[in-house]
Protein backbone atom coordinates (compact mmCIF):
# COMPACT_ATOMS: atom_id res chain seq x y z
CA UNK A 1 0.00 0.00 0.00
CA UNK A 2 3.09 2.68 0.84
CA UNK A 3 4.30 2.81 -2.81
CA UNK A 4 0.38 3.99 -4.18
CA UNK A 5 -1.10 6.92 -3.65
CA UNK A 6 -4.65 6.10 -1.75
CA UNK A 7 -7.53 7.69 -3.62
CA UNK A 8 -11.13 8.11 -3.15
CA UNK A 9 -14.24 7.81 -4.84
CA UNK A 10 -17.37 10.16 -4.94
CA UNK A 11 -20.15 8.50 -3.34
CA UNK A 12 -22.81 9.90 -5.73
CA UNK A 13 -21.37 7.58 -8.61
CA UNK A 14 -21.86 4.20 -7.14
CA UNK A 15 -25.66 4.64 -7.18
CA UNK A 16 -27.28 2.00 -6.18
CA UNK A 17 -30.87 1.19 -8.17
CA UNK A 18 -34.12 1.61 -5.06
CA UNK A 19 -35.63 -1.43 -7.05
CA UNK A 20 -33.40 -4.73 -7.08
CA UNK A 21 -30.26 -3.13 -5.83
CA UNK A 22 -28.07 -3.48 -9.22
CA UNK A 23 -25.60 -0.48 -9.54
CA UNK A 24 -26.90 2.25 -11.95
CA UNK A 25 -24.76 3.86 -14.96
CA UNK A 26 -25.53 6.58 -16.97
CA UNK A 27 -27.49 5.75 -19.69
CA UNK A 28 -27.44 7.26 -23.37
CA UNK A 29 -30.90 6.96 -24.41
CA UNK A 30 -32.52 8.60 -21.87
CA UNK A 31 -30.13 10.75 -20.68
CA UNK A 32 -30.86 9.52 -16.74
CA UNK A 33 -28.80 7.01 -14.48
CA UNK A 34 -30.30 3.99 -15.54
CA UNK A 35 -30.47 0.29 -13.68
CA UNK A 36 -29.48 -1.98 -16.32
CA UNK A 37 -31.13 -5.40 -14.70
CA UNK A 38 -34.54 -3.52 -13.87
CA UNK A 39 -34.79 -0.68 -16.06
CA UNK A 40 -35.21 1.64 -12.77
CA UNK A 41 -33.98 5.11 -13.85
CA UNK A 42 -33.42 8.38 -12.42
CA UNK A 43 -32.39 11.91 -13.59
CA UNK A 44 -28.77 13.36 -13.13
CA UNK A 45 -29.84 16.98 -12.75
CA UNK A 46 -32.15 18.22 -9.87
CA UNK A 47 -34.68 20.86 -10.58
CA UNK A 48 -32.33 23.65 -11.23
CA UNK A 49 -31.54 24.75 -14.96
CA UNK A 50 -28.76 22.33 -16.58
CA UNK A 51 -25.81 24.78 -16.82
CA UNK A 52 -22.78 24.48 -19.23
CA UNK A 53 -18.68 24.48 -18.07
CA UNK A 54 -17.87 28.19 -17.85
CA UNK A 55 -15.16 29.91 -20.14
CA UNK A 56 -12.11 30.62 -18.46
CA UNK A 57 -9.67 33.14 -18.67
CA UNK A 58 -6.62 31.27 -20.48
CA UNK A 59 -4.18 33.80 -18.28
CA UNK A 60 -6.00 33.07 -15.56
CA UNK A 61 -5.03 29.27 -15.12
CA UNK A 62 -3.15 28.25 -12.39
CA UNK A 63 -2.14 24.58 -13.96
CA UNK A 64 -0.52 25.24 -17.40
CA UNK A 65 1.52 22.62 -17.69
CA UNK A 66 1.86 19.08 -18.70
CA UNK A 67 0.75 16.21 -16.17
CA UNK A 68 2.96 12.74 -17.17
CA UNK A 69 3.03 10.83 -14.30
CA UNK A 70 4.31 7.67 -16.07
CA UNK A 71 3.58 4.70 -14.13
CA UNK A 72 2.28 6.45 -11.33
CA UNK A 73 0.32 3.80 -9.50
CA UNK A 74 -3.40 4.75 -7.19
CA UNK A 75 -5.30 2.45 -4.69
CA UNK A 76 -8.97 2.49 -4.52
CA UNK A 77 -11.05 0.77 -1.89
CA UNK A 78 -14.34 0.21 -3.17
CA UNK A 79 -16.85 1.13 -0.85
CA UNK A 80 -19.27 -1.48 -1.96
CA UNK A 81 -17.17 -4.35 -1.30
CA UNK A 82 -13.80 -3.56 -0.07
CA UNK A 83 -11.71 -5.15 -2.69
CA UNK A 84 -8.53 -2.33 -3.52
CA UNK A 85 -8.14 -2.22 -6.78
CA UNK A 86 -4.85 -0.62 -8.57
CA UNK A 87 -5.52 2.65 -11.23
CA UNK A 88 -3.32 4.18 -13.69
CA UNK A 89 -2.68 7.82 -11.86
CA UNK A 90 -4.45 9.38 -14.82
CA UNK A 91 -7.81 7.22 -14.78
CA UNK A 92 -10.64 9.28 -13.07
CA UNK A 93 -13.67 6.41 -13.72
CA UNK A 94 -13.71 2.88 -13.54
CA UNK A 95 -15.69 -0.46 -12.57
CA UNK A 96 -14.68 -2.50 -9.41
CA UNK A 97 -13.51 -5.74 -11.42
CA UNK A 98 -14.96 -8.22 -8.50
CA UNK A 99 -18.43 -6.59 -7.98
CA UNK A 100 -19.07 -4.01 -10.66
CA UNK A 101 -19.75 -0.67 -8.61
CA UNK A 102 -18.86 2.34 -10.55
CA UNK A 103 -15.65 4.37 -9.07
CA UNK A 104 -15.55 7.93 -9.96
CA UNK A 105 -12.48 9.43 -8.56
CA UNK A 106 -11.85 12.53 -7.85
CA UNK A 107 -11.32 14.78 -10.91
CA UNK A 108 -8.24 16.91 -9.84
CA UNK A 109 -5.20 17.34 -7.07
CA UNK A 110 -2.13 19.36 -6.25
CA UNK A 111 -1.03 19.30 -9.64
CA UNK A 112 -4.24 19.71 -11.78
CA UNK A 113 -7.65 21.32 -12.50
CA UNK A 114 -10.71 19.61 -12.75
CA UNK A 115 -12.99 19.11 -15.83
CA UNK A 116 -15.36 22.08 -16.62
CA UNK A 117 -18.20 20.51 -18.56
CA UNK A 118 -19.07 16.81 -20.01
CA UNK A 119 -20.59 16.13 -22.76
CA UNK A 120 -22.48 13.11 -22.30
CA UNK A 121 -22.78 9.77 -24.32
CA UNK A 122 -25.90 9.96 -26.89
CA UNK A 123 -24.84 6.87 -28.46
CA UNK A 124 -26.02 3.60 -26.83
CA UNK A 125 -23.41 0.53 -27.00
CA UNK A 126 -25.72 -0.81 -29.81
CA UNK A 127 -26.51 1.76 -31.67
CA UNK A 128 -22.44 2.22 -31.79
CA UNK A 129 -21.94 -1.41 -32.98
CA UNK A 130 -24.53 -1.01 -35.87
CA UNK A 131 -22.71 2.21 -36.71
CA UNK A 132 -19.69 0.12 -37.22
CA UNK A 133 -21.20 -2.52 -39.15
CA UNK A 134 -22.90 -0.13 -41.49
CA UNK A 135 -19.47 1.61 -41.54
CA UNK A 136 -16.90 -1.49 -42.67
CA UNK A 137 -19.89 -2.53 -45.23
CA UNK A 138 -19.44 0.60 -46.79
CA UNK A 139 -15.72 0.17 -47.41
CA UNK A 140 -14.93 -0.81 -51.26
CA UNK A 141 -11.42 -2.20 -50.52
CA UNK A 142 -12.37 -4.25 -47.92
CA UNK A 143 -12.32 -8.32 -48.82
CA UNK A 144 -15.97 -9.48 -48.16
CA UNK A 145 -14.91 -12.00 -46.07
CA UNK A 146 -13.34 -9.61 -43.41
CA UNK A 147 -17.08 -7.74 -44.14
CA UNK A 148 -18.77 -10.95 -42.87
CA UNK A 149 -16.35 -11.65 -39.99
CA UNK A 150 -16.19 -8.06 -38.93
CA UNK A 151 -18.00 -8.16 -35.30
CA UNK A 152 -16.70 -5.34 -32.60
CA UNK A 153 -14.83 -6.75 -29.78
CA UNK A 154 -16.17 -5.76 -26.40
CA UNK A 155 -17.06 -2.25 -26.57
CA UNK A 156 -15.71 0.35 -24.52
CA UNK A 157 -17.05 3.66 -23.51
CA UNK A 158 -14.25 6.18 -21.92
CA UNK A 159 -14.35 10.28 -21.97
CA UNK A 160 -11.31 11.37 -23.02
CA UNK A 161 -10.20 15.23 -21.87
CA UNK A 162 -10.48 18.04 -24.34
CA UNK A 163 -9.37 21.41 -24.06
CA UNK A 164 -11.62 24.03 -26.39
CA UNK A 165 -10.34 27.65 -26.36
CA UNK A 166 -12.02 30.50 -27.82
CA UNK A 167 -10.26 34.20 -29.22
CA UNK A 168 -10.83 37.38 -30.95
CA UNK A 169 -8.31 36.79 -33.76
CA UNK A 170 -6.89 40.20 -36.14
CA UNK A 171 -4.81 39.18 -38.62
CA UNK A 172 -2.50 41.36 -40.85
CA UNK A 173 -1.58 40.09 -44.51
CA UNK A 174 0.13 40.73 -47.80
CA UNK A 175 -0.20 38.34 -50.80
CA UNK A 176 -0.34 38.49 -54.18
CA UNK A 177 -3.35 37.30 -56.31
CA UNK A 178 -3.43 36.75 -60.10
CA UNK A 179 -6.26 37.01 -62.28
CA UNK A 180 -5.85 35.00 -65.73
CA UNK A 181 -6.53 36.61 -69.31
CA UNK A 182 -7.35 34.00 -71.90
CA UNK A 183 -6.69 34.97 -75.69
CA UNK A 184 -6.35 33.27 -79.08
CA UNK A 185 -2.59 33.00 -80.37
CA UNK A 186 -2.22 33.92 -84.37
CA UNK A 187 -3.03 30.11 -85.11
CA UNK A 188 -6.62 30.10 -83.25
CA UNK A 189 -5.36 28.03 -80.11
CA UNK A 190 -6.78 29.51 -76.93
CA UNK A 191 -3.91 30.92 -74.02
CA UNK A 192 -3.83 31.97 -70.94
CA UNK A 193 -1.65 34.70 -69.62
CA UNK A 194 -1.93 35.78 -65.58
CA UNK A 195 -1.91 39.33 -64.53
CA UNK A 196 -0.31 39.43 -60.83
CA UNK A 197 -0.93 41.99 -58.42
CA UNK A 198 -0.19 43.31 -54.76
CA UNK A 199 -2.66 42.93 -52.24
CA UNK A 200 -2.66 44.04 -48.07
CA UNK A 201 -5.20 43.69 -45.47
CA UNK A 202 -6.91 43.40 -42.24
CA UNK A 203 -9.33 40.13 -41.38
CA UNK A 204 -10.62 39.78 -38.21
CA UNK A 205 -12.88 36.62 -36.86
CA UNK A 206 -14.17 35.05 -33.73
CA UNK A 207 -12.39 31.52 -32.89
CA UNK A 208 -15.30 29.70 -30.68
CA UNK A 209 -14.59 26.35 -29.09
CA UNK A 210 -11.44 25.61 -30.97
CA UNK A 211 -10.57 21.88 -30.06
CA UNK A 212 -7.38 20.84 -29.05
CA UNK A 213 -6.40 17.04 -27.57
CA UNK A 214 -5.53 16.82 -23.91
CA UNK A 215 -3.98 13.04 -23.66
CA UNK A 216 -1.54 11.49 -26.31
CA UNK A 217 -1.98 7.95 -24.45
CA UNK A 218 -4.56 6.85 -27.53
CA UNK A 219 -4.24 6.55 -31.97
CA UNK A 220 -4.49 10.24 -32.36
CA UNK A 221 -4.83 9.40 -36.10
CA UNK A 222 -7.71 7.45 -35.30
CA UNK A 223 -9.68 9.78 -33.27
CA UNK A 224 -8.64 12.80 -35.85
CA UNK A 225 -11.27 10.71 -37.70
CA UNK A 226 -13.90 11.57 -34.93
CA UNK A 227 -12.90 14.49 -33.82
CA UNK A 228 -16.22 16.90 -34.41
CA UNK A 229 -18.21 17.58 -31.29
CA UNK A 230 -21.07 19.65 -30.31
CA UNK A 231 -19.42 20.90 -27.59
CA UNK A 232 -21.69 24.10 -27.13
CA UNK A 233 -24.20 21.34 -26.00
CA UNK A 234 -22.08 20.62 -23.03
CA UNK A 235 -23.42 20.11 -19.44
CA UNK A 236 -21.13 21.10 -16.24
CA UNK A 237 -19.24 18.44 -14.75
CA UNK A 238 -21.33 15.87 -12.62
CA UNK A 239 -19.19 12.42 -11.62
CA UNK A 240 -23.15 10.78 -12.56
CA UNK A 241 -21.88 11.04 -15.76
CA UNK A 242 -19.10 9.02 -15.50
CA UNK A 243 -20.86 6.49 -13.83
CA UNK A 244 -20.23 3.14 -15.92
CA UNK A 245 -17.53 4.31 -18.19
CA UNK A 246 -13.63 4.90 -18.19
CA UNK A 247 -12.34 8.13 -18.12
CA UNK A 248 -9.48 10.04 -17.53
CA UNK A 249 -7.95 13.44 -16.73
CA UNK A 250 -5.51 15.59 -19.32
CA UNK A 251 -1.58 15.47 -19.46
CA UNK A 252 -1.36 17.42 -22.15
CA UNK A 253 -1.55 20.81 -20.35
CA UNK A 254 -3.38 23.89 -21.27
CA UNK A 255 0.21 25.89 -22.71
CA UNK A 256 1.57 22.89 -24.84
CA UNK A 257 -2.53 21.95 -25.97
CA UNK A 258 -2.91 25.96 -26.79
CA UNK A 259 0.27 26.55 -28.49
CA UNK A 260 1.18 22.58 -30.24
CA UNK A 261 -2.66 22.15 -31.21
CA UNK A 262 -5.36 24.86 -30.84
CA UNK A 263 -2.67 27.84 -32.55
CA UNK A 264 -1.84 25.81 -35.08
CA UNK A 265 -5.16 24.75 -36.28
CA UNK A 266 -6.58 28.28 -36.01
CA UNK A 267 -3.97 29.46 -38.18
CA UNK A 268 -4.26 26.58 -41.09
CA UNK A 269 -8.40 28.30 -41.00
CA UNK A 270 -7.11 31.69 -40.94
CA UNK A 271 -4.50 30.75 -44.20
CA UNK A 272 -7.66 28.75 -45.82
CA UNK A 273 -10.65 31.72 -45.23
CA UNK A 274 -8.12 34.76 -46.08
CA UNK A 275 -7.13 33.16 -49.24
CA UNK A 276 -10.71 33.07 -50.06
CA UNK A 277 -11.43 35.98 -49.14
CA UNK A 278 -8.68 37.80 -51.83
CA UNK A 279 -9.98 35.33 -54.46
CA UNK A 280 -13.94 37.07 -53.48
CA UNK A 281 -12.79 40.53 -53.07
CA UNK A 282 -10.27 40.58 -55.80
CA UNK A 283 -12.11 38.50 -58.24
CA UNK A 284 -8.76 36.25 -58.37
CA UNK A 285 -8.25 33.70 -59.89
CA UNK A 286 -4.89 32.58 -57.35
CA UNK A 287 -3.37 33.51 -54.87
CA UNK A 288 0.30 33.15 -53.52
CA UNK A 289 2.81 34.58 -51.05
CA UNK A 290 0.10 34.65 -48.69
CA UNK A 291 2.03 36.08 -45.69
CA UNK A 292 -0.13 36.52 -41.99
CA UNK A 293 0.83 37.61 -38.88
CA UNK A 294 -2.16 37.31 -36.26
CA UNK A 295 -2.81 38.58 -32.72
CA UNK A 296 -4.90 36.41 -30.35
CA UNK A 297 -6.69 38.40 -28.26
CA UNK A 298 -9.19 37.54 -25.43
CA UNK A 299 -8.73 33.65 -25.12
CA UNK A 300 -10.83 31.72 -22.36
CA UNK A 301 -10.71 27.78 -22.40
CA UNK A 302 -13.14 24.74 -21.25
CA UNK A 303 -11.50 21.72 -19.97
CA UNK A 304 -14.53 18.88 -21.32
CA UNK A 305 -14.74 15.26 -20.97
CA UNK A 306 -16.18 13.61 -24.89
CA UNK A 307 -17.55 10.50 -25.16
CA UNK A 308 -16.00 8.04 -27.17
CA UNK A 309 -16.60 4.16 -28.23
CA UNK A 310 -13.54 2.36 -28.40
CA UNK A 311 -13.11 -1.60 -29.68
CA UNK A 312 -11.48 -3.34 -32.69
CA UNK A 313 -11.96 -6.24 -34.76
CA UNK A 314 -9.97 -9.17 -36.11
CA UNK A 315 -9.38 -10.06 -39.24
CA UNK A 316 -6.68 -12.82 -40.25
CA UNK A 317 -4.30 -12.25 -36.99
CA UNK A 318 -4.13 -8.83 -37.56
CA UNK A 319 -6.60 -6.60 -35.10
CA UNK A 320 -7.81 -3.66 -36.58
CA UNK A 321 -8.85 -0.82 -34.08
CA UNK A 322 -11.94 1.54 -34.28
CA UNK A 323 -13.64 4.45 -32.24
CA UNK A 324 -17.29 5.47 -32.36
CA UNK A 325 -17.94 9.14 -31.26
CA UNK A 326 -20.31 8.99 -28.70
CA UNK A 327 -22.22 12.13 -29.64
CA UNK A 328 -22.99 11.77 -33.20
CA UNK A 329 -22.42 8.11 -34.05
CA UNK A 330 -19.46 8.77 -36.61
CA UNK A 331 -16.96 5.99 -37.21
CA UNK A 332 -13.40 6.53 -38.19
CA UNK A 333 -11.36 2.86 -38.07
CA UNK A 334 -8.97 0.76 -40.36
CA UNK A 335 -10.09 -2.14 -42.52
CA UNK A 336 -8.23 -4.56 -43.98
CA UNK A 337 -7.66 -4.10 -47.67
CA UNK A 338 -7.86 -6.37 -50.87
CA UNK A 339 -4.66 -6.13 -52.86
CA UNK A 340 -7.47 -7.51 -55.30
CA UNK A 341 -10.08 -5.81 -55.52
CA UNK A 342 -7.62 -2.08 -55.45
CA UNK A 343 -5.80 -3.96 -58.77
CA UNK A 344 -9.35 -4.41 -60.04
CA UNK A 345 -9.91 -0.74 -59.27
CA UNK A 346 -7.33 0.51 -60.91
CA UNK A 347 -7.75 -1.08 -64.23
CA UNK A 348 -11.29 -0.35 -64.40
CA UNK A 349 -10.04 3.20 -64.06
CA UNK A 350 -7.41 2.74 -66.79
CA UNK A 351 -10.09 1.55 -68.81
CA UNK A 352 -12.74 4.08 -68.32
CA UNK A 353 -10.35 6.79 -69.19
CA UNK A 354 -9.02 4.91 -72.74
CA UNK A 355 -12.52 4.56 -73.76
CA UNK A 356 -13.52 8.18 -73.59
CA UNK A 357 -10.41 9.21 -75.18
CA UNK A 358 -11.04 6.94 -77.85
CA UNK A 359 -14.56 8.68 -78.60
CA UNK A 360 -13.62 11.72 -78.06
CA UNK A 361 -10.56 11.55 -80.46
CA UNK A 362 -13.04 10.39 -83.18
CA UNK A 363 -16.06 12.39 -82.79
Not at 40 to 56: D, I, M, N, Q, Y
Not at 114 to 128: E, L, R
Request: proline fraction near 3%.
Amino acid sequence: MDEYKVADTMNETDRKCPSCGGTMDFDPATGDLGCPYCGWHEAVESEEETRSAAELRFEDAENYENCDWGAEKKTVVCKSCGAETVYDALEIAGECPYCGSNQVMEAQDAKTMAPGGVVPFKITKKQAGEKFIKWIKGRLFTPRKAKKQAKPDAFKGIYLPYWTFDTDTHSTYTARYGIDIHYKDRNGNVRTRTHWHFTSGMYDKFINDQLARATDRHDTDLLSKIATFDTESNVEYKPEYLAGYASERYSIGLKDAWENDAKKAIRRGLEYEIDRHIRITRHADHVAGLMIKTNYNDITFKYLLLPIWISSFKYKDKVYGFVVNGQNGHVGGRAPISALRVAIAIVLGITAVGLLWYLFSNV
